[in-house]
């Protein structure tokens, strides 16, 4: 079955930009989705179809999807930004349509 | 504002069968992809299975063979039944609402969750 890989954790200090990726065989043929998850809340959708903000998701979180690898950027990271960040995709390959998340990444603000 | 609430038992004994409600308000049920996604302490998400806007399903392989999502359109709510259930099936429980009528749509409204323990 396909796999998402994420790097485990990421440490970045404020104002400094935060990246985050997101590994998969041949990712960039799939629309890649990103979700935002504080400790004790539900996930929110930060970035759709690999790049596109959804209405009220701050300018500073953007995203990209090339070759094998999914990248969320956080420009000028904020202390509010440090939560868990799961990445999403579809995959209708290999006779099977299911959904799959990635194994996230827990983003700390120094 | 569309909004989803989880509902259901707290605690399930081993071997029985957890049942779930998710209720839909501020848009249409018809017409949309409507998930189950769980998150068991601790871990990552994983998706359960959706429910299609033609009313078709699709499971996650691991756990097909014990799930059932299905639909009541006049009380805009969609149900999560899932047999047999062991410890490993504690969890957050999280209903989610994807595209309109696309598969690959991301998942952009959530219920808050519910706890599900099995004990």
Redesign the interface.
Known sequence: ?YVLTQTPSVSVAPGQTAIITCMGNSLST??V?W?Q?KPG?????VV??DGVR?SGIPERFSGSNFGNTATLTISGVEAVDEADY?C???D?SDH?????????TQVTVL | QVQLQESGPGLVKPSETLSLTCSVSGASINGYYWHWIRQSPGKGLEWIGFLSDTGTTNYNASIKNRVTISVDTSKKQFFLRLTSVTAADTAVYYCARGGRGVAAAPLEFWGQGTLVAVS
């Open positions: 079955s799939k629309n989705h979700y998850q809340q539900a996930p929110v959708l759709y179809d959804p799961y999403h995709v579809w209708s099977s349509d299911h959904h799959i998340f990635g194994s996230g």
